[in-house]
């Protein structure tokens, strides 16, 4: 089991920047992959970027070159750093962990961080 915790979501003008934490508790060993997600008012969850524990890092079309994702293993903490946010970005943003163990993938959410781009 991990327990995710998420931090930093708040109102922002357009063309401002917010950075989201999340810090994983639990079984972290096993954690093999971060990620954000974001759920905009009335769709779908949709992913925004993610981080391997290799380092890969993967975004969204709609996000690249404005969102970075980051990772500090020692703080099991993941990132995701909002450059030029646009009012489109307001969503409830969640942490995503991946943990492979032997005999099960499992994913675990964290409670979600809402973010506010007013124009």
């Known amino acids: 089991q991990v327990q995710l915790v998420e931090s930093g979501g708040g109102l922002v003008q357009a063309g401002g920047s917010l950075r989201l934490s999340c810090a994983a508790s639990?079984?972290?060993?096993?954690?093999?992959?971060m990620g954000w997600y974001r759920q905009p008012p009335g769709k779908q969850r949709e992913l925004v970027a993610d981080l391997s524990s290799g380092g890969r890092t993967n975004y969204a079309d709609s996000v690249k070159g404005r969102f970075t994702i980051s990772r500090d293993n020692a703080k099991n903490t993941v990132f995701l750093e909002m450059d030029s946010l646009k009012p489109d970005d307001t969503a409830v943003y969640y942490c995503?962990?991946?943990?492979?163990?032997?005999?099960?993938?499992?994913?675990?959410w964290g409670q979600g961080t809402q973010v506010t781009v007013s124009s």
């Open positions: 639990g079984n972290t060993a096993n954690i093999n992959s």
């Open positions: 995503k962990a991946v943990l492979i163990t032997r005999y099960n993938i499992n994913d675990y």
